[in-house]
């Protein structure tokens, strides 16, 4: 069993700034990608930014210099990855969620989906 937890997200002032935390748990034998996606609404579902295995990031156009996707391994079990965001605009208003690809077998990798935060960037 695989547990996606995301947090940090809220309310902030338009050049503001916040960061988004999420936490994978369980049964998890390697990490092949963590990122983020984010959902405004009316719109589809829009990738932000990824960290590959090998520490390679890939962002998208709109957050390219203002967002700062980044990972880590504080526990045996847990693998994180946080996403810093800086000179918010309310563009940038979304529920954002966590996505990690993840090896949960010798042999099996599977795609998972954390709950969604929501993030508003308003005066």
């Known amino acids: 069993q695989v547990q996606l937890v995301e947090s940090g997200g809220g309310l902030v002032q338009p050049g503001g700034s916040l960061t988004l935390s999420c936490a994978a748990s369980?049964?998890?034998?390697?990490?092949?990608?963590m990122g983020w996606y984010r959902q405004a609404p009316g719109k589809q579902r829009e990738l932000v930014a990824v960290v590959s295995s090998d520490g390679s990031t890939n962002y998208a156009a709109a957050v390219k210099g203002r967002l700062t996707i980044s990972r880590d391994h504080p526990e045996n079990t847990v693998y994180a990855v946080y996403l810093r965001m800086s000179s918010l605009k309310p563009d940038d208003t979304a529920v954002y969620y966590c996505?990690?690809?993840?090896?949960?077998?010798?042999?099996?990798?599977?795609?998972?989906w954390g709950q969604g935060t929501h993030v508003t960037v308003s005066s």
């Open positions: 996505n990690a690809d993840l090896r949960v077998t010798y042999t099996h990798s599977s795609d998972y």
């Open positions: 369980g049964t998890i034998f390697a990490v092949n990608a």
